[in-house]
């Protein structure tokens, strides 16, 4: 699930939000410590950094002028070998007291009938989620921002009546998410844009150089660290 929504946000925030409201309650009411479900959910959440669309991966090629398309494709392996390794840590950790469930295909299909089949605005989404995975993978060939995309999908969801305004506004967490992650990232691309990063990784690299490996590394790592505290986004701290 989180890489599925990871693939719909592109962001880790975003990803975050939506498991939270949907999984967190469902996982405390079925017996799991409130801890470990947010744990989970925020582990599972940085899947979206990797996962494509990631938008620090969009970040990350502008920033490195390398081809977006190419980089969101190198993350599709890693991300799927991250999803096998956080899910079977997760088994070790808590092992499900219920392991075969042979009913399992027979409750999914009863399930499926009392929803009866597919609905107009169900295929809007559908549509519109699709539309908006592909205009991100295509994005070198047409030069379609991002933004612009997710623009557009929330334009087609508003004219075909699958939303109204109402619930734009009423969802807070994608407007939070909006304010400040787009900001953070403005932020991020003006510190670029003036120079801000080249000097300080040539400062960094000065006074690394010479040093022995394991030093430096501590030292890199720590800075790293550290220099996360300024941010509040992984995508602007990167």
């Known amino acids: 699930l989180s890489v599925f929504f990871a693939g719909i946000s592109g962001s880790s925030t975003a990803d975050a939000a939506s498991q939270g409201k949907l999984f967190i309650e ?25 996962i494509p669309p990631s938008a620090l991966t969009v970040l990350l090629a502008t920033l490195g002028q390398t081809d977006v398309t190419d980089l969101l494709l190198a993350g599709i392996v890693p991300g799927l070998l991250s999803l096998l390794v956080v899910t079977y840590v997760i088994y070790l950790i808590d092992r ?32 519109t989620f699709g539309l908006a995975l592909l ?10 921002e991002a933004t612009v995309v997710a623009l557009l999908g929330l334009g087609l969801m508003l004219l075909f009546g699958t939303i109204t305004w109402d619930d734009v506004l009423g969802e807070r967490t994608g407007w939070d998410t909006l304010i400040w992650f787009g900001g953070l990232v403005g932020m991020a691309t003006m510190l670029s844009k003036l120079g801000m990063f080249k000097w300080f990784a040539g400062y960094v690299s000065t ?8 030093p430096a590394l501590v030292l890199i790592v720590l800075l790293y660290t550290y220099s996360g505290y300024l941010f509040a986004s992984l995508t602007a701290h990167t």
């Open 135 to 144: 205009l991100w993978m295509t994005g070198s060939v047409t030069h379609l």
């Open 96 to 127: 499900p007291e219920i392991r075969e469930t042979p009913q399992a295909a027979q409750i999914a299909r009863d399930e499926l009938a009392k929803m009866g089949s597919i609905t107009r605005d169900e295929l809007v989404v559908l549509g």
């Open 207 to 214: 006074n690394v150089t010479g040093m022995e490996w394991l």
């Open 26 to 50: 469902a996982q405390v009411k079925e017996g799991y410590d409130l801890s470990f479900s947010i744990a989970i959910t925020a582990v599972s959440a940085v899947l979206a950094v990797i």
